[in-house]
């Protein structure tokens, strides 16, 4: 589905993150260090951006 726009337990706005996040983490950068980077520094900002699973593609092949 798509990335959540606010991390739902501090509020903070992480939406924007997830592309740059995605991009680095595939062309082999470590998850933390990008994270780092990216100044998503609280732990539940950082369990949103980790954990998401991007599965709209799968989504879209189906017929309702």
Same mark, same amino acid.
């Given at each position: %589905? %798509?990335v959540?726009?606010r991390? #739902?337990?501090?509020?903070?706005?992480?939406?924007? &993150?997830?592309?740059? #996040? +995605?991009? $680095? /983490?595939? +062309?082999?950068?470590?998850?933390? +260090?990008v994270? &780092? &980077?990216?100044?998503?520094? $609280?732990?539940?900002? $950082? $369990? %949103?951006?980790?954990?998401?699973? &991007?599965? %709209?593609? /799968?989504?879209?092949?189906? +017929? /309702?």
């Amino acid at each position: %589905m %798509m990335v959540p726009v606010r991390c #739902f337990s501090c509020g903070k706005v992480i939406g924007n &993150d997830y592309e740059k #996040f +995605k991009e $680095r /983490t595939q +062309k082999g950068e470590s998850a933390e +260090k990008v994270l &780092d &980077d990216l100044g998503v520094k $609280r732990y539940c900002c $950082r $369990r %949103m951006v980790f954990s998401h699973v &991007d599965f %709209m593609d /799968t989504l879209l092949n189906y +017929k /309702t």
